[in-house]
Each structure stands twice: as C-alpha cells, then as structure tokens.
C-alpha cells in the first residue's frame, strides 16, 4: 500500500469520503451531495436514480425518501444497494455496494424538521412514484396539506431515512492517458476488517 498517498492515503474510508466531499463542495455548480443509487426489483431489473445523500456516519452513508416510493420498496426487498458519488469538477468517484436499514427514528425527524417547510409539506403531499392525473391536482394537494397540518408538520410515517453500511467501497481518480487510480476497500461483512487494494484502470 505505499503508494496509496496524496488523496488516497489514510485508514478510514470514511474520513477520505468526508474529505473527497469536502472538496467537492468547493467547486461542484449543483448538489455535490449527489449520488447515482442503484437497486433492483422483485424480478432482479435493475433501477437507478439521481438521490442526494445527507449523512456520512462513521460507518455508514444515509439519505431519505419516501418509504411508499420505487426504491424504497426495491431497497426493502433486496436489502442491499449501490451507489456512485461522480464529481466532474475534481474527476473522481466513489462507488459504494452494501447492506440497507432503515432510519425511521430521531435522526430522521432531526432531518426531516431541518428541511424548509415546503419541502415538508410537499413530503406529505407526494405520492411518490404512483401516477399523477396533473401538476394542478399535486399543488392542490399541497394546499390541501398546508391547510391541515400549519406551519410545523411532524414528519410523515411513510417518509423517512435509509442507511449504507457498506462491504466495498471504491475510490477512482481520473489518470492521463485513460490510467486512472483505483482503490477498492472490501470486507465481508460489516463488522470485519477492511481489505484494500489497488485496481487496475
């Protein structure tokens, strides 16, 4: 591992995704929080969608949605998913494979009452991934929240956290010539030691 230095160095995956991040933030135009996530459904098809990421814990990487909604459900099912963090501005990625739990207690409602109170209400008010007869009957139910639940609504039963805790993590930074650095972290589960190594471009 001598080589791993500079942006790769350090013995907790974590920290550096904390840092990359960190960086990323300094110069990403939208939402360097952004992360590609990846899950499949019931017949194995794979899905994927544009979902922000709220936390980086010490062990693990959460972010929120709708529990009624596609991937909630995939998530549920599967109990597992993946994810890529993809920032254009430094040419590096993070990609992220492991098992999913729920985050449905005091952290999520900490999150949820951070949010501007548009959003919540739209929580409320979103049906997620059902059809939707048009934009005017979603802002009616909008109206309809905003009148019922005032201006400090509890956050929604079926809105909510997830939580990655992951077996693999993988750093890519992008090389001349096409050869880029990789590192792999990999463990088999959880509660083991990491297992790092350098991969070929």
């Not at 080589?3 to 790769?8: L, M």
């Not at 550096?16 to 960086?23: D, F, P």
């Amino acid at each position: 591992m001598s080589d791993r230095t500079g942006i790769f160095a350090g013995d907790d995956p974590f920290a550096i995704a904390r840092g990359w991040l960190a960086e990323a933030e300094q110069s990403e135009p939208n939402d360097p929080n952004a992360i590609a996530l990846a899950t499949v459904d019931a017949s194995g098809l794979p899905n994927v969608r544009m979902v922000l990421l709220k936390e980086i814990e010490p062990a693990a990487f959460v972010f929120y949605t709708n529990y009624e909604s596609a991937k909630a459900i995939e998530l549920e099912q599967a109990g597992k998913a993946a994810f890529v963090m993809h920032w254009k501005s430094l040419r590096r990625q993070i990609r992220v494979r492991g098992t999913i739990t729920r985050e449905a207690g005091p952290q999520a409602d900490a999150y949820y009452a951070s949010r501007s109170l548009k959003s919540r209400l739209g929580a409320w008010a979103s049906r997620q991934s059902r059809p939707l007869s048009s934009r005017a009957a979603l802002m009616a139910e909008v109206a309809k929240i905003t009148a019922a639940k005032g201006p400090n609504p509890p956050r929604p039963p079926f809105w909510g956290g997830f939580r990655l805790t992951p077996v693999e993590i993988e750093f890519w930074a992008d090389g001349a010539f096409r050869l880029h650095d990789r590192f792999v972290w990999r463990r088999a589960d959880p509660g083991e030691s990491w297992d790092i190594q350098r991969l070929n471009p």
